[in-house]
């Protein structure tokens, strides 16, 4: 076979560049090789540069959309023990992972004392439809407000709501821990009202629903927040001891005087062997 031109190189790598193929660019040499090897046509050839590049171009994508969500840590729901959460429906779990709630407009509420994966749920969801190519956004509730009164201050809450109204799924981490102001409280409702039936949210809470006038200071506020978000929802309550505190019991590194201030009591026989043990 004839050597191909060096010029014909030279021009096809810069078409390529030009024309944003990277991908053809780095393999289309090899691909040829193996091509010509195994009797493949021009077509064919054809075809697997173009796979390779979309391929290459939805993994890129899938990254960029990972980092965008901003997730506190890859918890995934592979990683999930389900076995320390027998109440948790898993087959609902598993069926929230296609995603088909996003579809739908439809919420989650994780309700559950500390440290009993809500928030290692709703990470695994949020990977999940990252992978399914939704534009998701997570973000503490705390942190939520201060960025609402900020931009508020700074004339620009509707850019800031804009950039929101843009997910297809916004995870509201953590409502509860701490009372909103009035204008705090006020501002997050707006946003879900605007997520309502347009984006789905998960939300994470330790708050039973009686208590959630507590935090947003103000029951006609609570009873709409609730509405919105219980309209097309699926709760998931976690529960028991934290997974944390038991993991850590498991390994018999915290010791007994901690877990006393913490509430947690342990099984009598177990004290006197891990009172006064350094955590490891
Ligand atoms: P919460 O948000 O309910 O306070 P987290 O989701 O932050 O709790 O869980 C606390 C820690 O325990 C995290 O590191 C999480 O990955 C882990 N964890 C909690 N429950 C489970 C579980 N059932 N399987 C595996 N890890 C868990
Ligand atoms: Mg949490």
Request: glycine share 6%.
């Given at each position: 076979?004839?050597?191909?031109?060096?010029?014909?190189?030279?021009?096809?790598?810069?078409?390529?560049?030009?024309?944003?193929?990277?991908?053809?660019?780095?393999?289309?040499?090899?691909?040829a090789?193996?091509?010509?090897?195994?009797?493949?046509?021009?077509?064919?050839?054809?075809?697997?540069?173009?796979?390779?590049?979309?391929?290459?171009?939805?993994?890129?994508?899938?990254?960029?959309?990972?980092?965008?969500?901003?997730l506190?840590?890859?918890?995934?729901?592979?990683?999930?023990?389900?076995?320390?959460?027998?109440?948790?429906?898993?087959?609902?779990?598993?069926?929230?992972?296609?995603?088909?709630?996003?579809?739908?407009?439809?919420?989650?509420?994780?309700?559950?004392?500390?440290?009993?994966?809500?928030?290692?749920?709703?990470?695994?969801?949020?990977?999940?439809?990252?992978?399914?190519?939704?534009?998701?956004?997570?973000?503490?509730?705390?942190?939520?407000?201060?960025?609402?009164?900020?931009a508020?201050?700074?004339?620009?809450?509707?850019?800031?709501?804009?950039?929101?109204?843009?997910?297809?799924?916004?995870?509201?981490?953590?409502?509860?821990y701490?009372?909103?102001?009035?204008?705090?409280?006020?501002?997050?409702?707006?946003?879900?009202s605007?997520?309502?039936?347009?984006?789905?949210v998960?939300?994470?809470?330790?708050?039973?629903?009686?208590?959630?006038?507590?935090?947003?200071?103000?029951?006609?506020?609570?009873?709409?927040?609730?509405?919105?978000?219980?309209?097309?929802?699926?709760i998931?309550?976690?529960?028991?001891?934290?997974?944390?505190?038991?993991?850590?019991?498991?390994?018999?590194?915290?010791?007994?005087?901690?877990?006393?201030?913490?509430?947690?009591?342990?099984?009598?026989?177990?004290?006197?062997?891990?009172?006064?043990?350094?955590?490891?």
């Open positions: 076979m004839k050597p191909r031109p060096v010029t014909n190189i030279v021009l096809l790598k810069h078409h390529l560049q030009a024309l944003k193929l990277p991908t053809i660019l780095a393999e289309c040499d090899k691909v090789r193996q091509c010509r090897g195994e009797g493949v046509d021009h077509l064919g050839f054809l075809l697997q540069v173009c796979e390779l590049e979309l391929i290459e171009r939805e993994r890129k994508a899938a990254e960029r959309r990972l980092k965008g969500a901003r506190p840590a890859m918890k995934t729901i592979a990683g999930f023990d389900f076995g320390a959460q027998p109440k948790i429906d898993q087959s609902l779990v598993m069926n929230l992972m296609n995603c088909e709630y996003i579809d739908n407009k439809e919420n989650i509420l994780l309700i559950g004392t500390a440290g009993t994966g809500k928030t290692h749920l709703a990470t695994g969801l949020a990977i999940a439809a990252c992978a399914r190519g939704k534009r998701v956004r997570f973000v503490r509730v705390t942190e939520l407000v201060t960025q609402l009164l900020e508020r201050e700074q004339r620009e809450l509707t850019r800031f709501k804009n950039q929101l109204s843009k997910l297809d799924l916004l995870i509201l981490d953590e409502l509860g701490v009372p909103a102001s009035k204008v705090g409280a006020e501002l997050l409702f707006d946003v879900i605007t997520a309502y039936e347009r984006t789905s998960i939300v994470t809470t330790n708050l039973p629903f009686e208590q959630w006038t507590e935090v947003l200071d103000n029951e006609r506020l609570t009873g709409a927040v609730l509405d919105r978000l219980t309209h097309r929802c699926h998931i309550e976690t529960g028991g001891e934290s997974y944390r505190l038991r993991d850590a019991r498991q390994r018999r590194a915290i010791p007994e005087r901690v877990r006393s201030a913490l509430g947690t009591g342990a099984p009598a026989e177990q004290k006197s062997t891990v009172e006064g043990q350094p955590a490891r």
